[in-house]
Structures are given as C-alpha cells and as structure tokens.
C-alpha cells in the first residue's frame, strides 16, 4: 500500500480526523489523485473538516485537491488546464457553462488562473481573467508574489502592458510581495529594460524611489542583475535626479560601490563619465 492511499485509510478513523490532516496537509497535492478513485471524499466529515483546515491555513493545496473538495473536478481541472495553455477559447466555453466559475475562487490555491497564464506568458488569456474576474491580479500565490510579480520575473512584456492598460493598474503597480518589492523592482531585478520602460511611463515618481524590505531601490537591484543594460537605461532615465542616484543601500553601498564590487567596469566607466560621483565615494 503505498504512502497516499494509506493517507486515505487514516482519514476512516473520524476520531483522528483532524490531527491527521494537520499533519499530513503538505501531501494534500497528492491527496487529491488518492481520492479521485475513492468513495472516501464524499464522506461529509472528511471534506467538511479538509475545508476548514484549508481556509485555516496558509499551506498550498493543489487545484485537484481543491476541485474534489467542491465536487465539481471538471470544470476546475478544464480551467487550469485552460490556464496553462493559454486557451481563450476553452475559457469561453467554461465560462458559458458555469458564469459564476471564476467568482468561485479555489481556497487558497497555490496559483490562481492568472498566477499560472501570467508565469507562462498568455497575454490574451490574462486580458481575459482581468475582464472578468480583477481580483484575481491583487492575490497573493504562496510564494508571497501576485500575478503581474510573475510576469515581470519572467520578462513577459505583453503581459505587463495587459496589467497596466487595466482598470486595476494602480493597485497591482504598488503590490509589495513577501520581501517588499514591489512589481518595479522585480522587473530591475531581472534586468529586463522594456518592461522598466513600460513601468517607470505608469509608476508615480513616489513609487519609483520606493525600497524594498532590505533597503534596495530600483538602481541597486538593477546592479545586482549584472545587466548593464538595465542600469544604463535607469541611469539615463534619472540623470537629472544626483540624490537618488548617490542614495545608499542598507549596508552603505551606492551604485558605484556595488558596481565596483561585482567588477562592472562599463558602470562604473557610465558614472564617472556622467560626472555622478567622483574618486572619494569608492574610497
């Protein structure tokens, strides 16, 4: 018998019901292939106290798992599946099926449809979700980053500009993930110079000297990206701001100081001809 199904004789015992669901509650992913075959879910008990612990708790539980708790495994599983290939047209038809489907929200999935076509890169499947359900853009998956944290980590251009042309753009624009950063920052994290540029043009000026739970802004993460690129842009763009420019990290590092450290000689050569700093602040 192997490790899941023996999950499922467990959960016979009604009296331990609880504390082994607790313990056990990493292995819901698997949970949910383990009672697809099973009459087990369709006890009450069982998928009443699964449901409490689900909403109690902040750990992951696979769309599959969450679609046999809600006893409808098909439609879920058609709208991840949707999710992942980026398919309007199988949305469309979920949605003419079930109208209510996205406000039924998974509880507490690991991502959401828009966390999973974000990532992926499906800017019309994106427009989509945000036309009907926007609430999804503001939620949180477990790693602590929304939907539009996703697209800027994987430099998913057309899907920024979707999330910026929304009427949810304010918000999604100034959602700090778990570390603080906001979408900006990811974005100079990454290096990537079109989606700075998209951003910086719908960020406020407050938002763009923001910093990050560990005292970055945007032209230090730039830096640490190690794309001069990034940083040449981000640079230019704010020339004519010295102070923020000149402004030091948590450790007291300016750009130049992290520039120098990593051996980035064509920024280090981009300040000095730019007449930012001179030879004292590396010294």
């Known amino acids: 018998m192997d490790k899941h199904m023996h999950l499922v004789h467990k959960m016979e015992n009604k009296t331990r019901l609880h504390d082994i669901l607790v313990s056990d509650f990493l292995s819901l992913p698997y949970i949910g292939r383990s009672l697809r075959d099973s009459r ?63 406000q039924q929200a998974p509880l507490r999935p690991a991502n959401n449809p828009l966390h999973i076509a974000a990532a992926l890169g499906h800017a019309e499947f994106v427009k989509e979700i945000l036309a009907h359900k926007p609430k999804f853009a503001t939620d949180f998956n477990i790693r602590g980053l929304t939907a539009l944290h996703l697209a800027c980590a994987n430099g998913h251009l057309l899907v920024v500009k979707k999330f910026l042309q929304a009427d949810i753009r304010s918000e999604v624009c100034t959602s700090r993930d778990k570390d603080g950063f906001l979408p900006i920052h990811t974005a100079a994290l990454a290096g990537t110079v079109p989606l700075l540029e998209e951003l910086l043009g719908a960020c406020s000026e407050n938002m763009v000297r923001e910093l990050t739970c560990l005292g970055d802004n945007i032209l230090h993460l730039a830096v640490k990206s190690n794309c001069f690129e990034a940083v040449r842009f981000l640079v230019e763009r704010l020339e004519s701001d010295h102070e923020f420019l000149n402004l030091k990290d948590a450790k007291g590092n300016t750009i130049l100081h992290l520039a120098t450290a990593r051996k980035q000689l064509q920024v280090d050569y981009l300040i000095f001809s730019l007449f930012l700093l001179d030879w004292s602040d590396v010294l």
């Open 40 to 102: 087990q879910y369709k006890t009450r008990e069982v998928k009443e106290e699964m449901k409490t612990i689900c909403n109690s708790s902040p750990c992951p539980i696979s769309m599959e798992a969450h679609t046999i708790l809600q006893g409808d495994e098909g439609m879920y599983q058609r709208l991840e599946k949707a999710s992942l290939a980026g398919d309007v047209d199988e949305l469309h038809r979920l949605l003419q099926e079930d109208s209510l489907l996205l």
